[in-house]
């Protein structure tokens, strides 16, 4: 158990429809990563926040965003979905700011969008 | 659990020998390098991380090796277990430290 607790563990929707996914650091972790993993791409970097601030964008479609709330926890919204984002999201924390920092990974949310 | 990744290369060892799983980094410039492990359903694990400084680095069982000539990393594990069969990937951090950018990642099936 890394720590990074996520929710929900699966979540099934329709194109067009809008989900939040949220995700818990491990205590004392100031840093939430946000990640997407799907069959054809890989994992993906989207986006990392550091003590409520954003830090860092990887490749996030315009239809998705984050924030990371006063008590560290983050969510993430994706909106307009489509079929193609169906996929494993994870998130990270760690206890630093940069990526250097070993990053603990939380055990998903797999969206499904039919 | 789920699969990750359908096309994935694939490795197969024999229980007991020692696995090379090898990976390609992309940016010359990178200078932290990290292999991760996951296995089915869950999120990917930190398994050993390297400096550009250095070239290799051992941990219990693992070795990573890391020639920046060819942007080459390899990681080696000793006496191979059925435990460690599941998905491995390398991953590369920018010269910034903000972004991660992971391989495609090597399945490992340990033959009992």
């Known amino acids: 158990d890394s720590g990074v607790t996520q929710t929900p563990k699966h979540l099934i929707t329709a194109t067009g429809q809008r989900v939040t996914l949220r995700c818990s650091p491990r205590?004392?972790?100031?840093?939430v990563y946000w990640y997407q993993q799907s069959l054809d791409q890989g994992l993906q970097f989207l986006i990392q926040?550091?003590?409520?601030?954003?830090?860092a964008k990887g490749n996030i479609l315009e239809r998705f965003s984050a924030q990371q709330f006063p008590d560290l926890h983050s969510e993430l919204n994706l909106s307009s979905l489509e079929l193609g984002d169906s996929a494993l999201y994870f998130c990270?924390?760690?206890?630093?700011?940069?990526?250097?920092?070993?990053?603990?990974f939380g055990p998903g949310t797999r969206l499904t969008v039919l | 659990g789920e699969s990750v990744g359908l096309h994935l290369p694939t490795l197969s060892v024999q229980e007991g020998d020692n696995s090379i799983i090898n990976c390609a980094y992309s940016?010359?410039?990178?200078?932290?390098f990290i292999w991760y492990k996951q296995e089915s359903g869950k999120g990917p694990q930190f398994i050993i991380d390297?400096?550009?400084?250095?070239d290799k680095r051992q941990g219990q069982r693992v070795t990573v090796l890391l020639n920046k000539t060819v942007k080459h990393l390899s990681l080696q594990i000793a006496a191979t277990q059925p435990g460690d069969s599941a998905v491995y990937f390398c991953?590369?951090?920018?010269?910034?430290?903000?972004?991660?950018?992971f391989g495609a990642g090597t399945r490992l099936f340990v033959k009992a």
């Open positions: 390297i400096r550009s400084n250095m």
């Open positions: 205590s004392g972790d100031l840093s």
């Open positions: 991953a590369e951090r920018d010269p910034g430290g903000f972004k991660t950018i």
């Open positions: 990270a924390s760690s206890e630093g700011r940069l990526s250097y920092n070993e990053q603990f």
């Open positions: 940016n010359s410039a990178s200078d932290y």
């Open positions: 926040y550091y003590n409520g601030e954003e830090r």
